[in-house]
């Protein structure tokens, strides 16, 4: 089945500062998806990003199909950035199952 | 617009005991899946019905059973509770296949001692 790896698996950042967290997928895929799962636990639903640029305030999103990744890019973070950002794929079929990655733990300290 | 619901937040299970987690939807998507996430891991497919009455496996069905007789509710079944059963469990729904991000619940903690 299609393989997703998601880099760094954590990261420490100073507020301020910018990151750039990338997900790799092994096959093609019609959905991507990224989420930040809160301290608290939920999973908030960020880019729905099957291929080209999103941007949604601070954050932003890139995924190239063709090649197989997808980018996701964090400004001027913000403690209340912390938390695991997923990413997830769906390849394909009737159904829209979602395969996702470990995830990336992110720490930003004030 | 409620979206995504589930109960409960929180529960503690003997091992053997029975339970249901509740899933309902107002958003009258025909798809639904169940995910549990152990920790420090991603989220893996339990369960997934694509309408009313149709329901498959995913990649972990073992231990579990679910059934769709509505469009807005999705309960899982545990039947006997193990403590390889301890997780989080999500619900998540979408109207179709193309093009749509799937929604997903606050989930179920769910501990079995």
Known sequence: ?110 | NAGVTQTPKFRILKIGQSMTLQCTQDMNHNYMYWYRQDPGMGLKLIYYSVGAGITDKGEVPNGYNVSRSTTEDFPLRLELAAPSQTSVYFCASTRDIFNQPQHFGDGTRLSIL
């Open chain 1, 1 to 110: 089945g299609i393989q997703v790896e998601q880099s760094p698996p954590d990261l420490i950042l100073q507020e301020g500062a910018n990151s750039t967290l990338r997900c790799n997928f092994s096959d093609s895929v019609n959905n991507l998806q990224w989420f930040h799962q809160n301290p608290w636990g939920q999973l908030i639903n960020l880019f729905y990003i099957p291929s080209g640029t999103k941007q949604n305030g601070r954050l932003s999103a890139t995924t190239v199909a063709t090649e197989r990744y997808s980018l996701l890019y964090i400004s001027s973070s913000q403690t209340t950035d912390s938390g695991v950002y997923f990413c997830a794929v769906s390849p394909g079929g009737a159904t829209n199952k979602l395969i996702f990655g470990t995830g990336t733990l992110l720490a930003v300290q004030p």
